[in-house]
């Protein structure tokens, strides 16, 4: 078993290590992908830049020392660029450049045009220079903005700026999805795998304990057949009935185990039809106080019953019922070292709440979730002494959840534990 937990926390160190690489790799992809994204906003600008520049050059129409273009332009906005300029200018001619300029320094987005008075503080020329590479879907009919400088200029506005730099960047989106994609895959088998290696220790789990509740009793049954073959034992009739009395205790033994095994197939199965009927919950838990009476002994386990609710009834299937108490019982016995165990029986509103507690090693906090899955049992040395085979609480839960009602647990490492059941009044 100490291997198995090894096997197992390596594989969550594995899993959480993954984890983090991919989580990391993600991180990684995300920061690239917007420093791509800078860097192509920045190369946009530098175009509009060089057009402004090649623009001056071609039409002359700046004195301007345009060496030092920075206090020529202004960039009021991402979308928005303003260059000063000295009027009058032929506006066809500039417009014409500025195609030739635009397709030369590579921008193929529509740009809206508007040359400014600051004299009369509006636009006296406006027009649009449509691109080809402006796909129709996404388009955006912006009127160009107005804004009022006290000089003269040319405002140039790209109203498909961001999704230009977008397009420009399909190559790297497309390539960081796929890695996406791959990654997901790839937690994916992650978990697959981590949850088959989970399901294998499961069952390897089960496999052992069934071998060694079913070994234990039948080599028992042997020793004591080969001692009852021995003509001698005769005359000896105390000794005779100390043999008898251990294949009876171990026949017994082996025919409960069947019996909840029997009982867990066949509600695994899908089984679990039942008739209700009115049950006297303080009688049926005395039943199985009386049904467990030898375990009672053997482990000297001090039951106090505690059973004074006004209304004790419940509409439920007495045969399943009695199982959730006596497996209730059972662990509470079973996982304590010298059981003093509490068993009480409470209303509270139209529902009915039995809690069994007890004094035993208690569960992990992080344990109690996994509880109530078949074949689970803490892999804790004191607790995995004990026999069992790890079904019967999810069988208790899977009750419960039938009769309408839920099941909660308390508990403390070292201190002791309550199941809480709490189920329909009928
Ligand atoms: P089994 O007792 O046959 O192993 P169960 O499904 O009844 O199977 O319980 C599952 C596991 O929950 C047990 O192996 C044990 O580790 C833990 N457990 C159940 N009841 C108690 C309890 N009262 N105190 C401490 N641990 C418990």
Redesign the pocket.
């Known amino acids: 078993m100490v291997t198995l937990s090894i096997r197992s926390s390596a594989i969550r160190l594995g899993m959480f290590i993954s984890t983090l690489v991919i989580a990391a790799i993600i991180v990684f992809q995300l920061v690239w992908l917007k420093k791509v994204y800078r860097k192509e906003q920045k190369e946009f600008d530098q175009s509009v830049i060089k057009t402004i520049r090649g623009l001056y050059e071609d039409i002359n129409a700046s004195n301007y020392n345009y060496s030092h273009l920075n206090e020529l332009i202004e960039k009021p906005e991402a979308h928005l660029y303003l260059a000063r300029l000295i009027l009058p200018v032929n506006h066809d001619s500039l417009v014409s450049y500025l195609q030739y300029e635009l397709e030369d320094f590579g921008i193929f987005t529509d740009c809206h045009i508007g040359i400014y008075n600051s004299a009369s503080g509006k636009y006296i020329y406006t027009g649009v220079l449509k691109s080809a590479g402006t796909k129709a879907a996404k388009k955006q009919s912006s009127a160009i903005p107005l804004l009022n400088r006290e000089y003269d200029h040319l405002t140039l506005f790209f109203p498909n700026r961001q999704q230009y730099i977008l397009a420009q960047m399909n190559f790297w989106i497309i390539s960081s999805a796929l890695l996406l994609l791959v990654l997901i895959l790839f937690s994916a088998s992650l978990y697959y795998f981590y949850r088959q290696k989970f399901l294998n220790e499961t069952q390897k789990d089960f496999i052992h304990?069934f071998t060694h509740e079913f070994k234990t009793p039948v080599s028992v049954i042997s020793l004591a057949a080969e001692v009852l073959k021995d003509p001698a034992i005769a005359g000896k009739p105390e000794k005779l009935a100390t043999y008898a009395g251990i294949v009876e205790y171990q026949a017994a033994y082996l025919k409960s185990q069947t019996e909840k095994l029997l009982n867990f197939a066949y509600i695994e199965s899908g089984h679990l039809h039942f008739s209700k009927q009115r049950v006297n919950i303080h009688e049926l838990i005395e039943t199985a106080v009386t049904n467990l009476a030898p375990l009672i002994n053997e482990r000297k386990a001090n039951l106090t019953l505690e059973l004074n609710t006004s209304n004790p009834f419940l509409n439920a299937n007495k045969d399943y019922l009695i199982i959730v108490i006596m497996?209730?019982l059972?662990?509470?016995i079973?996982?304590?070292k010298d059981p003093k165990i509490i068993v009480t029986v409470q209303n509270r509103g139209d529902h009915i709440l039995v809690s069994v507690k007890?004094n035993?090693?208690?569960?992990e906090k992080r344990?109690i979730k996994n509880?109530?899955r078949k074949f689970?049992?803490?892999r804790?040395e004191e607790?995995?002494a004990?026999?069992?085979?790890?079904?019967?609480?999810?069988?208790?839960k899977k009750i419960v959840t039938e009769h309408g009602g839920r099941i909660k647990v308390e508990?403390e490492p070292g201190k002791?534990?309550t199941?809480i059941v709490e189920l329909p009044a009928g």
Do not use: E, M, T
């Not at 035993?360 to 569960?363: K, L, N």
């Not at 004990?386 to 999810?394: A, M, P, Q, Y």
């Open positions: 304990n497996n209730l059972d662990n509470a079973k996982y304590s007890d035993g090693i208690g569960i344990q509880l109530f689970f049992r803490i804790k607790a995995y004990s026999k069992g085979f790890g079904i019967g609480l999810s069988f208790v508990s002791g534990s199941f």
